[in-house]
């Protein structure tokens, strides 16, 4: 491991060290994506979303990926006032999210669509404009996820992407053509897409696996 590694990693613990103890809920939810392999937000980049949230204020929120609605409960958590609408093609995680949120007693301010976001639209189109789009689902779609819902986001609206990093992959090109690597060169034609979107401004911040925020121009 390089000295510039080794401080790399010295820094994230000690970040992660200064993120405030979750609710018993939350880290349950967090102890079972582990144990289960539910891709769920890391700590630093949930803190960061929430965040956003607490100073957006986004009255209306669309989420591209439920999983199994750790994030929508997060986001709720940052702003209780807020109405999540929020996708997921699995059936056995929207049906471990309809659980989830139930247990909560949040499922008057959380609604999940169960279908393909690539055909759905239409319907999570019905509760926007929306203030907020958190895109957190098939890497691969992320243009796609972009292009056919920010139509439903409101004129000073906000585009969060996560794993614009990807494992730190999207900084290394290889010619290797295993899985990772290849989702890597997807994420990395989408970034490079996205900071040069002529409507949008994107920053990318690098914490958790990194954040695109984009706003309109």
């Known amino acids: 491991m390089t000295e510039v590694a080794k401080v790399d990693d010295q820094l994230e613990q000690y970040l992660t060290g200064t993120v405030p103890e979750a609710p018993e809920w939350a880290a349950k939810l967090e102890a ?9 937000m890391e700590p630093l980049g949930i803190q960061c979303l ?14 591209i990926g439920t999983a199994i609605g750790y994030s929508a409960l997060r986001m709720l958590e940052a702003n209780p006032s807020a109405q999540i609408t929020t996708i997921e093609r699995d059936e056995q995680r929207y049906q471990e999210a309809i659980s989830n949120i139930a247990a909560q007693g949040k499922q008057t301010r959380i609604q999940v669509i169960f279908g393909d976001a ?5 319907q ?11 895109i957190d689902a098939a890497k691969g779609q992320y243009r796609r996820f972009f292009e056919d819902y920010s139509k439903h ?5 906000v585009i969060v ?15 290797q ?15 490079e897409w996205l900071v040069q979107h002529p409507d ?7 914490v958790g696996d990194g954040i695109a925020v984009s706003v309109r121009r």
Not at 32 to 40: F, G, L, T, W
Not at 153 to 157: C, K, P, R, T, Y
Not at 177 to 191: F, P, Q, T
């Open 177 to 191: 053509k295993d899985r990772l690597n290849k989702i890597a060169g997807k994420v990395r034609d989408y970034n």
């Open 124 to 134: 999570a189109g019905k509760s926007g404009p929306y203030d907020m789009l958190f």
């Open 200 to 206: 949008f401004y994107t920053t990318i911040v690098p």
């Open 153 to 157: 986001l409101a004129e000073d609206g």
């Open 118 to 122: 690539l055909e759905v639209g239409e």
């Open 32 to 40: 079972y994506a582990r144990e289960h392999h539910v891709p769920i």
């Open 50 to 63: 929430m965040q956003l949230i607490r100073i957006k204020k986004p009255a209306k929120i669309l989420e």
């Open 161 to 175: 992407s996560d794993n614009v990093l990807f494992k730190g992959l999207v900084a290394a090109e290889s010619d």
